[in-house]
């Protein structure tokens, strides 16, 4: 490989890339776009409903208000839950996001409470780790609830107290869902599209035909490509993280899985759209199916709202595509700071780059028929 | 297959004979009858020539797209591959390029079999793809600067703008450039590394006759510069005002090779004399009598077939010397148009709408 070969290619791209409107408009000017918009529609806003499962140990008046009330919020459905079941594997084996336990001697304890300022009383709330955005909505009703019932009850102890069986800290709005996603958004459709018009529109217009007969090798020919791509995918990423820290006022941790994440998705993507570009000679269809596969992904893989708010054939769906884990390892590299959850998604991340990029590489026709 | 060109001791006509290397064949004059022979040379001296191609042949499925052609190009000659849209230019031309795999032959290049050295050769030639596009973002200046990067030798770019006339256009960007400033770029591009062979296909397809004509003086000027040109074209006109060896393909089968002249000569109708408007109805019967092949064309037109250049005024002598009568004279030369008819029974320009 010559460097010299391969940093005059990236020159040339970088030179058609700015003289690109559309591309440019893509790859900067539109996620930068959908961030100023979708940050200032949804800050604040909240009319979904949230499923929540109840277990009532107490089975008292005190217990039967308390789900009353939860159900009166109108955002959460209320599940019951039977008072024999084992909740550890109820969670596992039904697969709950969240459940409440409300212990027995629940209704008594209040009641002593109001003259024994020793007394206590615990709510556990089960909620799965992997659900942050909408667990986080949920547990702030609760809570809220929860500091009314105690202001009545005893003005302002905490009688009842809430405690989460699993670690929640940070206080995460919607903006800090979404724009972990956008840049997960921007990858994709630049690599996708950048890669069909390589293989399609240079097919089509006889540069690859020209390159054969050239001395470039194929290693230097890829490299250079998807040297230009990393560049895309990180000038893109740093534009919309700067947006997010200024305009925003988001705390974005630029950590090394989130750029290991970012590179994975960049040769993932890359090798989609080979593998787009050998299976459709025209360009114009070729950009098709790149929207047909790009447009559906970004929808099911949690790029604008979490995954754990659609059907649960949905979800399934979304749990194969790639985009879902680089969504969710994005936003727990940096924004949520979950490493177990950050390793996870990276490794199936590095798992289906290697996986398209590979099949990119051997399913391009290199040469011609 | 090689040539030689024979002067007739007794008449001196010029005539181009065709035979392996090494074979002694019989030969008449095809003008006055005289029998002799002629010695082909024994061994192709691979010092002069650029390109052989042995039993080249691709098959599609089905389709035979070329059918076991052999073929050499000299160094320094344009050589042209005319034929029809689909007789199999391109699938031959890209097989030689390496661009495609052949279904059996061999091919060399400047001696050397490109299924095994083609990355040594890759410095030595130069291509223009069919229906080739350049980065339409590029200028013309950057676009001869990407892809002269790639090769050892380059020529300075101010050069080839100079040469190729692309001066004024050098900041423009190529999307903006018309038809046929795009394909003297793309001639440009394939010379960057100053190729010794050059392979343009139909470079001059979908231009205006006047930009046409610019590629043609282009291609004309890389002859002057001694490089050899492998040209693919399904122009007659293209091959008769370029080419130095003509090789027409027609359904994957070279079905005649030779320069121009003997093309011609071998399979054209000849040159024509036509007299018009002969004012002497026994003309032709006259002529027919003193040897000439006279035909009437009906309204006093005569033509006359002329084999040799002197013909023309023996058969205006012997008018004359009759005293007939006529308004004017009018000498149509055969073409590579009347060649294709003569061996397809099919038109070349008719079989490319
Ligand atoms: N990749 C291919 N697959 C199938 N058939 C092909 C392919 N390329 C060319 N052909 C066929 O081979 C024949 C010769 O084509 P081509 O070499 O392009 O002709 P030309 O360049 O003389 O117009 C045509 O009939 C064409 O349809
Ligand atoms: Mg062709």
Redesign the pocket.
């Known amino acids: 490989m010559r460097p010299k070969v391969i940093a005059m290619d990236f020159y040339a791209n970088l030179k058609i890339w700015i003289r690109s409107k559309g591309t440019l408009f893509w790859s900067l000017a539109f996620p930068v776009i959908l961030i100023f918009l979708f940050g200032a529609i949804f800050s604040g806003m909240d009319d979904v409903e949230y499923s929540l499962y109840v277990q009532d140990l107490d089975d008292s008046d005190m217990s039967e208000v308390f789900i009353e009330v939860l159900k009166e919020t109108g955002v959460l459905s209320i599940e019951s839950v039977k008072d024999d079941i084992n909740i550890t594997s109820y969670i596992k084996d039904e697969n709950i996001k969240r459940l409440i336990v409300i212990p027995e001697g629940f209704g008594e304890d209040i009641k002593k409470a109001s003259f024994d300022t020793s007394v206590t009383v615990t709510v556990s709330f089960y909620l799965d780790p992997g659900e942050q955005q909408s667990n986080q909505v949920v547990k702030s009703i609760i809570f809220s609830i929860i500091q009314n019932m105690n202001m009545n009850i005893s003005q302002g102890r905490d009688i009842i107290k809430l405690k989460e069986v699993s670690t929640m800290t940070d206080d995460f709005n919607f903006i800090d869902f979404f724009l972990p996603g956008i840049i997960g958004m921007t990858i994709m459709q630049s690599c996708i599209y950048g890669s069909i018009e390589r293989n399609t529109k240079y097919r089509k217009d006889g540069i690859l035909r020209k390159l054969l007969t050239m001395p470039i090798t194929r290693a230097e020919w890829i490299f250079a490509k998807m040297l230009f791509m990393l560049f895309l995918s990180f000038i893109s990423s740093a534009l919309i993280i700067l947006v997010g820290v200024f305009v925003w006022d988001m705390t974005i941790n630029i950590t090394p899985f989130m750029i290991l994440i970012i590179i994975a998705s960049s040769f993932l993507f890359s090798g989609i759209g080979m593998i787009v570009g050998r299976f459709v000679k025209e360009e114009e269809t070729a950009d098709t199916a790149g929207g047909a596969i790009g447009f559906p992904m970004m929808f099911l893989a949690g790029t604008f709202w979490p995954v754990d708010q659609l059907d649960p054939v949905m979800q399934g769906i979304a749990k194969v595509l790639p985009l879902y884990y680089i969504n969710e390892g994005l936003r727990n590299a940096m924004i949520y700071m979950n490493e177990a959850e950050t390793i996870r998604n990276s490794v199936i991340v590095i798992v289906f780059a290697l996986v398209f990029f590979i099949a990119g590489l051997v399913l391009t026709k290199w040469h011609?028929? | 297959m090689v040539e030689k060109i024979v002067r007739c001791p007794e008449c001196s006509k010029i005539t181009t004979f065709y035979g392996n290397p090494g074979d002694c064949l019989s030969v008449t004059c095809p003008k006055c009858g005289i029998k002799g022979k002629v010695t082909f040379k024994k061994t192709v001296t691979t010092e002069n020539v650029a390109i052989e191609v042995y039993n080249l042949k691709k098959v599609?499925g089905d389709?035979i797209?070329v059918n076991d052609i052999s073929f050499s190009v000299n160094k320094g000659e344009v050589f042209a591959f005319l034929?029809p849209?689909?007789?199999?230019?391109?699938?031959t031309v890209e097989i030689i390029e390496s661009i495609r795999k052949p279904t059996a032959g061999v091919i060399k290049i400047l001696g050397k079999d490109i299924k095994t050295s083609f990355n040594q050769v890759k410095e030595k030639i130069g291509i223009l793809p069919?229906e080739f596009h350049s980065f339409e973002k590029l200028t013309v200046r950057e676009t001869l600067e990407y892809f002269s990067m790639f090769y050892k030798k380059r020529v300075n770019i101010d050069d080839i703008l100079d040469v190729m006339d692309l001066r004024s256009y050098e900041k423009m960007l190529y999307k903006n450039l018309s038809g046929g400033l795009k394909q003297r770029v793309g001639v440009a591009i394939s010379l960057v590394n100053d190729p010794d062979i050059v392979f343009l296909d139909e470079p001059s397809t979908g231009l205006d006759p006047k930009a046409r004509r610019e590629v043609w003086n282009v291609i004309s000027s890389l002859r002057n510069k001694g490089k050899t040109v492998f040209l693919?074209t399904h122009y007659m006109e293209e091959a008769e005002y370029l080419a130095d060896h003509i090789a027409v393909i027609h359904k994957g089968k070279i079905i005649a090779e030779g320069s121009l002249e003997y093309l011609l000569d071998k399979y054209g109708h000849g040159s024509l004399l036509r007299i018009k408007k002969c004012k002497d109805p026994n003309a032709v019967e006259m002529l027919k009598d003193k040897g000439f092949e006279a035909e009437s064309e009906g309204n006093g037109n005569i033509s006359i077939k002329i084999d040799y250049k002197d013909k023309v005024i023996n058969v205006l002598s012997q008018l004359r010397y009759e005293g007939i009568d006529y308004d004017s004279i009018e000498i149509r030369r055969s073409n590579l148009e009347e060649v294709f008819l003569h061996l397809t029974g099919a038109k070349l320009s008719e079989e490319n709408t």
Request: aromatic share 6%; hydrophobic share 20%.
């Open positions: 011609e028929d | 599609y389709l797209a034929g849209n689909g007789a199999g230019k391109t699938t069919q693919t």
